[in-house]
Nanobody, 124 residues
Framework: QVQLVESGGGLVQAGGSLRVSCVAS????????MGWFRRAPGKEREFIIA????????YNVDFVKGRFTISRDNAKNTVYLQMNSLKPEDTAVYYC?????????????????WGQGTQVTVSS
C-alpha cells in the first residue's frame, strides 16, 4: 500500500521560512517524480514545484521562483519543500504527490499517489 505522509506544516509569520517534508512508503521512491501542490481556502488545487526521480530536473511555477525549492533524499524516501519569504497568500494545505513516470510534471493528472496534506498558515 502506497502512502505519502506530509509533515512540518504550521503557523509562521510573513517573511519567515518553513520546510515541509513528505515520506513515501510502499513504492520504489527513486523511480518516481515528486511534486508539491497546494489548495488555498476557497481556491482550486494548484501546482507549485516538482522534481525528477534523480533530482536533476526541477519544474516550478513563476510565483515561487526564488522563494521555494524542492529537494529529495532517495535514501530516506523523502521529498522536501523549503519555503522562504512566505506571504499570507501562501496559506494553504500543501500536498505531495508521486508520478511513476519519473519526470517533474506540472499537471495533477500525471500524478498517481497523493498525501493527505499539511496545513501552512502565514500570518501578516
Amino acid at each position: 500500500q502506497v502512502q505519502l505522509v506530509e509533515s512540518g506544516g504550521g503557523l509562521v509569520q510573513a517573511g519567515g521560512s518553513l520546510r515541509v517534508s513528505c515520506v513515501a512508503s510502499g513504492l520504489t521512491f527513486s523511480s518516481y517524480g515528486m511534486g508539491w501542490f497546494r489548495r488555498a481556502p476557497g481556491k482550486e488545487r494548484e501546482f507549485i514545484i516538482a522534481i525528477s526521480r534523480s533530482g536533476s530536473l526541477v519544474y516550478n511555477v513563476d510565483f515561487v521562483k526564488g522563494r521555494f525549492t524542492i529537494s529529495r533524499d532517495n535514501a530516506k524516501n523523502t521529498v522536501y519543500l523549503q519555503m522562504n519569504s512566505l506571504k499570507p497568500e501562501d496559506t494553504a494545505v500543501y500536498y505531495c504527490a508521486a508520478d511513476r513516470d519519473g519526470w517533474p510534471s506540472g499537471s495533477a493528472v500525471d500524478f498517481d499517489y497523493w498525501g493527505q496534506g499539511t496545513q501552512v498558515t502565514v500570518s501578516s
